[in-house]
């Protein structure tokens, strides 16, 4: 038993050889084009955030004029999700290149 692990500490040239892959932006044809589309993807959703902060804050006031606790409450949710949207929409880019370099860290 000990010989066969002498054996395999001993051995060298066992590992892989090290793998160094990064983004290509001439891999594909068609890049600048699907970058064109993520980036109106982008303005549509934070288009539609500032819809729904709309459409929340006056459902918020009319059921807070209304005396309808429900309808508030539902209101300022909306409020919130909105904003939320808004702020992972925005930083969208900036947490997939946040997580990209700390993946690029892990050895």
Known sequence: ????????????????????????DA?????????TIVGAVMTIGLILSVLALIVSAVVWGFGSNSSNPHLASRGKVGVLISCGAAIITGASVTLINFFWNVGQTVS
């Open 1 to 24: 038993m000990l010989a066969v692990l002498d054996t395999l500490t001993t051995m060298t040239g066992v590992l892989p050889a090290e793998i160094d892959v990064t983004p290509n």
């Open 27 to 35: 891999g594909l044809p068609g890049i600048s084009a699907l970058r």
